[in-house]
């Protein structure tokens, strides 16, 4: 249980670092005949310390390695070069091995082909100033390195590594090197996720799984207690255990993927798909093709555990029946909230989306328990629930698109451009107009009512007009309603449309040279196919006529998509010492190192030699004139210049 709640503990502070590194690596190779060893060393920030690789509780991650070796085998384990300090962590339990300031691990090699390469990683976990980060450290040994016959000397520094960073483009200036500038960080997404998890469970409150079990469960309360004083007490401790539920729920997600991998998983192009089907088999559900259901053993054994047990477990066991009972319903929901606070880049995302959800889940309960007569005017089970299901259906299919879409632009395929997109939601949300008007049924609804509601029908007529402003997308309307889901107007293989957003490249190193050739300043846009506010800006800011034209006229504009995952002609070696082998992981190592910034969209102005004008950065803000004044006082300091 200790270590547990560590692990929790740890993770909230882990969440608070972002790309903050306490710790650098770098690597040796030795070898000697046929033996040989790397030797790792580590620079660790004062006031953090790193896990050995021999803690004795085995948690946290003790450091280790992992990769493919290819002619080469591992001789044994990873260790520490000199004795690490230890002591007894009360948090854990247990012993723990670490080092301060300077470390040196050896991992032994045995050399069993000539031609042999290794490309692995170092995974090590830094605690200190009140927080922890989990790091990879990845290096590649092969064949072609220079070999050294006989172990070198330790000393009080890390040796040269075999890799050298990058040097700069110019001979004259480092056009990568670091700025100092006001750090512009978008506000309120984290209440939008929050708003985005309580609007799911206002949303699965309507449906038929929860909502007949609402005046059960209050009668229950009600009859169970002899003093309404404890009814309302339970009840409320009811609602506090479904919110702990699903906010474990949210915190097992983090905790599952890791901080870095929840990053990566917006732009990784197996795990879109993988959301795609999954929404799609969701949306399926909600439309009646089948019922998702989990084993009814387990909800008969956790029913039988809360019957036999009395006190705060009892109604924390009756909590947790709710959430299996209601699963068939608010399962769909709740995984499309895990996709889509997990797929936004924010760690804290999944569980303030949980947190959203559970509580507006929680609240009819408490509310009801406290206030029983207004049970009387609540909306009595009926149709219109399996309605709502079906709207919610068509809705998971919509988005189970978007996802399909970023898979498609990350690796190329071309098989959804923004025509065939916007067709296949025009067909959607026209279908679903048509079905809130009792055009056709599906196999829960009651084929004998033929009546349509006055709300389905206002809902229909938003739902068929949304399909109408679709359709002059086709042809290359900006549709700006949807312009943060759909694949941008580059995909678009026929436009009558001419105001478009085209940078001048896609090169940074390419616009340096093109903006001393023409003496314009640069404007970096970094960006990623699976950014949703990336093209909500490109379609409502920088294809406003007034922006386009102060672009074309005094800017060279550069579009660094982080998340492109085509390979580099040559890997890219940094100058934090790390190599890069694809052309996103390039371009956000050049935001982090030269500009201190993660998210996107992210603007910035520079001249031809990378220094920063106008202070600072731009980041998600449709607002046309804040983003003019934003380029008048870039360029404005280029021409004082």
């Known amino acids: 249980m200790k270590k547990l709640f560590f692990a929790l503990l740890m993770l909230v502070s882990t969440l608070q670092v972002g790309a903050q590194q306490p710790v650098k690596f770098d690597h040796e190779v030795i070898v000697n005949g046929s033996n040989g060893k790397i030797i790792f060393y580590a620079t660790i920030e004062k006031g953090y310390y790193l896990y050995s690789c021999d803690s004795p509780g085995g948690f946290p991650l003790s450091l280790n390695i992992a990769g493919q070796p290819v002619g080469i085998e591992l001789d044994g384990e990873l260790r520490p070069v000199d004795e690490p300090k230890t002591k007894f962590d009360s948090s854990l339990g247990s012993q723990i091995a670490y080092f301060e300031e300077y470390a040196e691990f050896e991992q032994p090699i045995k050399i069993v082909d000539e031609n042999y390469k290794f490309e692995g990683y170092l995974r090590h976990q830094a605690c200190g100033a009140g927080s922890c980060v989990l790091e990879k450290y990845p290096f590649t040994i092969s064949n072609a390195e220079v070999a050294v016959a006989a172990p070198v000397a330790k000393s009080d520094t890390p040796a040269e590594t075999v890799e050298t960073p990058a040097e700069p483009e110019s001979a004259e200036v480092d056009t990568w090197a670091p700025v100092n500038m006001k750090k512009e960080k978008p506000a309120g997404s984290i209440w939008t996720i929050f708003i985005l998890g309580f609007g799911g469970g206002l949303l ?308 340096i040279e093109i903006s001393r050739a023409k003496d314009k300043p640069i404007l970096l846009d970094f960006t990623g196919h699976g950014c949703v506010n990336c093209r909500e800006m490109e379609a409502s800011v920088l294809t406003d006529g007034n922006v386009l034209e102060m672009l074309e006229d005094n800017f060279i504009v550069v579009s660094l998509y982080v998340d492109d995952r085509e390979e580099l002609a040559e890997p890219f070696v940094g100058q934090d010492g790390k190599t890069y082998y694809d052309v996103g992981e390039k371009w956000s190592y050049l935001q982090k190192h030269k500009f201190g910034a993660a998210a996107q969209p992210f603007y910035v102005i520079v001249d031809s030699e990378g220094n920063l004008l106008g202070g600072s950065s731009y980041a998600f803000n449709t607002n046309v004139s804040d983003f003019l004044d934003f380029l008048d006082e870039g360029l404005e300091d280029y021409n004082d210049k």
């Open 204 to 511: 699965a409150l309507l449906t038929p799984c929860v909502w007949p079990i609402i005046p059960m469960t209050v009668s229950f309360f009600l009859k169970r207690s002899k003093e309404r004083k404890q009814a309302v007490r339970e009840a409320v401790l009811y609602g506090a255990s479904i919110v702990v539920i699903y906010l474990v729920l949210g915190l097992f997600v983090t905790l599952l993927f890791g901080p870095a991998a929840l990053n990566e998983l917006a732009t990784n192009a197996y795990f879109n798909v993988f959301f795609f089907l999954m929404l799609l088999v969701f949306g399926a559900s909600f439309l009646g093709g089948f019922e998702l259901k989990l084993p009814s053993s387990w909800t008969n054994k956790v029913d039988t555990k809360a019957s036999n047990t009395t006190g705060v477990l009892s109604i924390f066991l009756m909590a947790f029946t709710l959430a299996l009972v209601s699963f068939s319903c608010t399962g769909p929901i709740i995984g499309f909230l895990l996709v889509e606070t997990a797929t936004s880049g924010d760690i804290l995302a999944p569980a303030v989306g949980m947190f959203g959800f559970a509580l507006a889940l929680a609240l009819p309960f408490t509310i009801f328990a406290i206030f029983p007569s207004l049970l009387k005017q609540a909306p009595r089970s009926g149709g219109w629930m399996n309605t709502i299901k079906v709207v919610l259906g068509f809705v998971e299919i919509a988005f189970a698109l978007k996802f399909l879409s970023v898979a498609d632009l990350t690796k190329g395929w071309g098989i959804l451009d923004r025509e065939t997109f916007l067709a296949l939601w025009i067909m959607l949300f026209t279908l679903l107009g048509l079905y809130l008007l009792k055009i056709f049924h599906l196999p829960h609804d009651d084929s004998e009512d033929k009546k349509t509601s006055v709300p389905a029908f206002f809902t229909a007529l938003v739902s068929l007009s949304f399909a109408v402003y679709m359709i002059p997308g086709l042809w290359g309307a900006p549709c700006k309603a949807i312009s943060a889901f759909a694949p941008p107007m580059s995909t678009q293989d026929f436009s009558l449309y001419n105001k478009t957003f085209e940078p001048d490249s896609h090169d940074y190193d390419e616009a």
